[in-house]
């Protein structure tokens, strides 16, 4: 929960920045990865959290052009970071331009459920770092480098020419 839209957009830019960060180590081959062919690709996993943004925030009452939810996955990792790069920027412009402090407190109805909008912009950064941790799984299964978000990566020690620390 937030008390303020400043709070939110200061965690909210972090986590926009290692997504970002995630999307633009994509490669257009890597798009198909999957753990199984029932489960979501990586590229299925981006498009989602690109759509998510507006579908999410659009529930709750934001307006802003974004990927409708359901709409074609793009065929390349550039188009897939691209839009996430405008969503994100498209997303924060409304949110700074529609909702204030006192909008955080606001009931909205939420898949059955009654959430603040405070609430809302907490899951919608909760989703998104869920759906990040799957794709760097698939990123590693499809031999894409990880970059390190909370720290250093594996392949980051590695870069450096030392090994992780054992847990």
């Known amino acids: 929960m937030f008390n303020s839209l400043q709070s939110f957009l200061d965690i909210w830019q972090d986590e926009a920045a290692s997504t970002q960060l995630i999307f633009d180590a994509l490669t257009d081959e890597s798009l198909n990865q999957t753990i199984t062919p029932e489960h979501r690709s990586i590229g299925r996993l981006a498009w ?3 759509t998510t943004l507006d579908e999410m925030t659009g529930h709750a009452g934001l ?78 299964q499809a031999g894409l480098m990880v970059p390190g978000l909370y720290g250093p990566s594996k392949e980051d020690w590695l870069t450096r020419g030392s090994m992780p620390p054992e847990v």
């Open 63 to 140: 307006k802003f052009d974004g990927a409708a939810l359901g709409s074609e996955v793009p065929s390349t990792a550039a188009e897939i970071s691209d839009a996430y790069q405008r969503e994100n920027e498209a997303m924060v412009k409304a949110i700074r331009e529609q909702w204030s402090d006192a909008t955080l407190f606001e009931e909205r109805d939420m898949y059955g459920e009654d959430w603040t909008i405070g609430n809302v912009l907490w899951v919608l950064i909760t989703h998104q770092i869920h759906h990040r941790a799957q794709i760097t799984v698939l990123m590693r």
């Open 48 to 50: 989602h959290i690109v």
